[in-house]
């Protein structure tokens, strides 16, 4: 797996499709470091382009899963208050 690939692209500060970004690259490594959720996702990305996928596509899929699941976790946000 390309983890370590994409870690570093972080630190160096890439910021994603268009550019934009809502944390800096330090910020981002800080809260990917502790955090398994947010580790569970980025190894997810890696994976689909390990798969074969262009990164192209992961983030395509990854707006699909976004668009797909936004009510989902809404409704789980409501319940866990």
Do not use: C, Y
């Amino acid at each position: 797996m390309r983890w370590s690939v994409m870690v570093k692209a972080a630190i160096r500060g890439l910021r994603g499709v268009g550019g934009r970004s809502a944390m800096s690259a330090h910020d981002f490594k800080r809260k990917l470091d502790s955090n398994l959720n947010l580790q569970l996702i980025v190894a997810g990305m890696a994976g689909l382009v390990d798969e074969g996928h262009s990164p192209h596509e992961v983030f395509k899929l990854l707006e699909d899963v976004k668009r797909n699941t936004f009510h989902a976790l809404a409704e789980i946000g409501r319940e866990s208050r």
